[in-house]
């Protein structure tokens, strides 16, 4: 068990809904990263949040925004879904944002988009 | 275009052989990290290294970074059934926050 709680464990929706995906990070950790893993692009990295503050954006598509709250929370609003944001979606903590970045994940959120 | 290109994508090896997995990059990275995957579950972390020619072992798990710190190896020696999973390396470059990984390597360990 890494300490990062997500949820849920799996959603199921149609295209066009709007899904919200929820991150504990481990007690301490500050940064919150978001990841998609998909079979055919691999684990791919969205954004990262630091204590509350958007910190590094990687290939997170304009339909999809996230936020860290006061108590370092964080969701993952994903909108307008497409069949092909089908994936699974991992929330990752670590301690800072420096340097070994060592990051710690959660079980994941399977969405399906039908 | 991966930043880190893992080799082989596919490994499948009888229980007690040894097995090497190879990440490798033009880019010079910071830190490195190696993570097993098992199907539906996130990935954990197996260990980090920092320094170029760095040597770390864990059990029958040894890491190597590369002097250049371009490169890295993952070698399991007397590999059992348990070792099974997907293998990613990571990396973050110098002055980034991300971590870009590889595609991974899928370890099959028949009994």
């Known amino acids: 068990d890494s300490g990062v709680t997500q949820t849920p464990k799996h959603l199921i929706t149609a295209t066009g809904q709007r899904v919200t995906l929820r991150c504990s990070p481990r007690?301490?950790?500050?940064?919150v990263y978001w990841y998609q893993q998909s079979l055919d692009q691999g684990l791919q990295f969205l954004i990262q949040?630091?204590?509350?503050?958007?910190?590094a954006k990687g290939n997170i598509l304009e339909r999809f925004s996230a936020q860290q709250f006061p108590d370092l929370h964080s969701e993952l609003n994903l909108s307008s879904l497409e069949l092909g944001d089908s994936a699974l979606y991992f929330c990752?903590?670590?301690?800072?944002?420096?340097?070994?970045?060592?990051?710690?994940f959660g079980p994941g959120t399977r969405l399906t988009v039908l | 275009t991966q930043l880190l290109e893992q080799s082989p994508q596919f490994l499948s090896i009888q229980e007690g052989e040894n097995l090497t997995v190879y990440c490798n990059s033009s880019?010079?990275?910071?830190?490195l990290q190696w993570y097993r995957q098992e199907p539906g579950e996130g990935p954990v972390l197996l260990v980090t290294?920092?320094?170029?020619?760095e040597v770390k072992k864990l059990k029958r798990l040894t890491f190597q970074f590369g002097d250049a710190r371009k490169d890295s190896s993952l070698h399991i020696t007397a590999a059992q059934p348990g070792d099974t999973g997907l293998y990613l390396c990571?990396?973050?470059?110098?002055?980034?926050?991300?971590?870009?990984f590889g595609a991974g390597t899928t370890v099959t360990v028949r009994a």
């Open positions: 990571a990396g973050s470059l110098s002055n980034d926050y991300k971590l870009s």
């Open positions: 290294v920092v320094t170029g020619g």
């Open positions: 007690s301490g950790d500050l940064s």
């Open positions: 880019s010079v990275f910071s830190s």
């Open positions: 990752a903590s670590s301690a800072t944002s420096g340097r070994s970045n060592e990051q710690f």
């Open positions: 949040y630091y204590n509350g503050e958007e910190r």
